[in-house]
């Protein structure tokens, strides 16, 4: 990449044994691929264990395609600050604690949404595309609160290295 060219994502670690992990990037899709990178990358450093990293992809994965398609909905075509989304995570013992901060639209009423699963149908050409964001993040994640403040969201969640695999919660759901 050029020196000159812009970055979609930069990223900062802090404490001690970098323990806490710092990005900025703007709301397209390609800088949340390239934040996923970074995040990875960082949990490798950090030897996070294969149930917690997968889960912690999910739930990001999940928060950030979000806020990209909804909350800067209303900016598509139209350049963003390249700090329009900023994300915090704490590595901890037992898990991790997440902030995702960002610039976009209010959540509808200021609520999370509930999560609940669309209708299901057996047969594959019936089942839903999308519906089911927020009911992964629900399961993996704890402790979820959002709010909205000064023009920014916040939302703040706890991701434990004890919370089961996905492949054990979609085979009770």
């Not at 992809?57 to 600050?81: C, D, M, R, S």
């Not at 959540?107 to 009911?135: H, I, K, Y």
Request: charged content about 25%; overall charge negative.
């Amino acid at each position: 990449m050029p020196a000159d060219a812009p970055q979609d994502v930069v990223m900062a670690v802090s404490g001690p044994d970098a323990k806490v992990l710092h990005l900025s990037l703007s709301p397209t899709p390609d800088a949340v691929r390239d934040a996923h990178i970074r995040i990875s990358a960082w949990m490798d450093s950090r030897d996070v264990g294969a149930v917690l990293r997968g889960n912690t992809e999910i739930v990001l994965g999940e928060a950030l395609n979000n806020i990209v398609e909804h909350a800067f909905a209303k900016w598509a075509g139209t350049p963003a600050p390249s700090d329009a989304i900023r994300l915090e995570i704490r590595h901890r013992d037992t898990g991790l604690d997440v902030c995702i901060r960002d610039r976009g639209e209010k959540m509808p009423g200021l609520v999370l949404p509930t999560g609940q699963l669309p209708a299901l149908s057996d047969q594959t050409e019936l089942l839903p595309e999308g519906g089911f964001g927020w009911f992964l993040i629900r399961q993996l994640a704890s402790g979820l609160v959002y709010y909205r403040q000064n023009g920014w969201n916040r939302l703040d969640l706890v991701i434990d290295d004890n919370t089961g695999a996905v492949e054990d919660l979609v085979s009770t759901a």
